[in-house]
Every structure is written in structure tokens, then in C-alpha cells.
């Protein structure tokens, strides 16, 4: 991210946003988290992890992000909750977690910046258990084709997704969605809740 999303980001009404409005639309999604063993790809400064420990009542978050910055303000901000977190640098198009080791991937926005998105799908269903959440929230080909976006924040100009494709590319790996995806703010965003299926398809990585 560049300096204007990273602002964007980490700022006291994308964290309201998160609390009140993404949290409980997820949770009419079917989020269903308390004691499991989730990562958070993309972390930032540590509010989604945050709610993932206090709201959804997690067992431990593993919270990674490229941005050593991000990750030490990020260990600041958790500190209090110990053990039931660890903070790290990590890529989502790489995950360092075994197959099949982890009950939810979260991803609060993050996965639209990754060149080879594919890759990063790919890894969520690599990593999750059977019966598995990929939590997401995620930012459209839509979205970034505004003038706005291309102005001000720096993403990968190739291989955008539309919804129905972000959607495609889950149910080609595995995912089933008990509930269909949904889309806000005139199809910038696709937010839902897809479960691991117990005969998920070998990853193409």
C-alpha cells in the first residue's frame, strides 16, 4: 500500500467501520470463530485482530503483514492478549502453515493487492481444515477501475476480479458459501463467509 491507503487504513472510522458495520454483516454470514485457530492476512496496525480476539472470541490469531512497520505497531496495539496472538511478517501468497493446520483465514481487504491473487486463494485452502472459514471482505475490479483509486492508491493493474469471479475462483477450490456473497457500495466490495468442503480439489501451487 501506498501512503494515501495506508492513512486510509489505519484511521479511527475504518476501524468503526470494521466494528459496526463488516463485523456484524459477517457474523449474519456465518462467522463462527469462538475457539479456533485463525490467521489474519494483512494485519495493518491490528484492529481486525483485535475484534477476531475480543468480538468473534478466538482461541489464537496468527497476524501477519509485509510491512514491518505495520507489524510492530500492530504488536503494540495486542500485547495485552499475550499468548493468544502472535504478530509477524508474512505473505499471504505464501503461508507459513502447514496443510490443513488452521480452522479460518481472515482477510480484512487484502487480497486484491496481491499480484497473483490466485496464488493467495490457493493458500487459504491449502492451510484451513475441513469444514474451514475464508472469512473475507474484498475490494473489486470495479473499485479499482475508479478514478479515484487509480489517482490516489497504487494496485495491481492486471488480473482485477469482479465479484462473481472472486467468487468463481473460491468454488473452483473447494469453497461452497452456506451463504451466498454479497456486494456493497455499487459492487465495490464482495464480503462473505466460504467453508473448506471435506473433498476439496489438490491446489494447482
Known amino acids: 500500500m501506498n501512503r494515501v491507503e495506508t492513512l486510509l487504513m489505519n484511521n479511527p472510522v475504518r476501524a468503526w467501520l470494521q466494528r459496526s458495520y463488516e463485523v456484524p454483516l459477517l457474523e449474519r454470514l456465518g462467522v463462527r470463530l469462538a475457539g479456533a485457530d485463525v490467521v489474519e492476512i494483512g494485519c495493518g496496525r491490528?484492529?481486525?485482530t483485535e475484534l477476531l480476539?475480543?468480538?468473534?472470541?478466538?482461541?489464537?490469531?496468527t497476524a501477519l503483514d509485509l510491512d514491518p512497520a505495520m507489524v510492530a505497531r500492530a504488536r503494540r496495539r495486542l500485547s495485552r492478549h499475550g499468548e493468544r496472538v502472535d504478530v509477524r511478517t508474512g505473505d499471504a501468497s505464501e503461508l507459513p502453515f502447514a496443510d490443513?493446520?488452521?480452522?479460518?483465514?481472515?482477510d480484512f481487504g487484502v487480497i486484491h493487492h496481491v499480484p497473483a491473487w490466485r496464488d493467495a486463494v490457493a493458500q487459504a485452502v491449502r492451510v484451513l481444515r475441513p469444514g474451514g472459514?475464508?472469512?473475507?471482505?474484498e475490494v473489486t475490479r470495479h473499485a479499482l477501475e475508479r478514478w479515484s483509486?487509480?489517482?490516489f492508491l497504487e494496485h495491481p493493474e492486471h488480473d482485477r476480479f469482479s465479484p462473481q469471479?472472486?467468487?468463481?475462483?473460491?468454488e473452483r477450490h473447494g469453497f461452497v458459501l452456506p451463504e451466498p456473497a454479497v456486494?456493497?457500495?455499487?459492487g465495490d466490495f464482495v464480503i462473505g463467509v466460504a467453508v473448506k468442503s471435506a473433498t476439496t480439489p489438490s491446489s494447482p501451487l
Do not use: I, K
Open 100 to 106: 490443513a493446520s488452521l480452522d479460518a483465514v481472515v
Open 183 to 186: 456486494t456493497r457500495f455499487f
Open 53 to 61: 480476539l475480543e468480538r468473534w472470541g478466538v482461541a489464537h490469531v
Open 149 to 151: 483509486y487509480r489517482t
Open 133 to 137: 472459514q475464508f472469512v473475507f471482505e
Open 46 to 48: 491490528g484492529v481486525g
Open 165 to 170: 469471479e472472486f467468487v468463481a475462483e473460491l
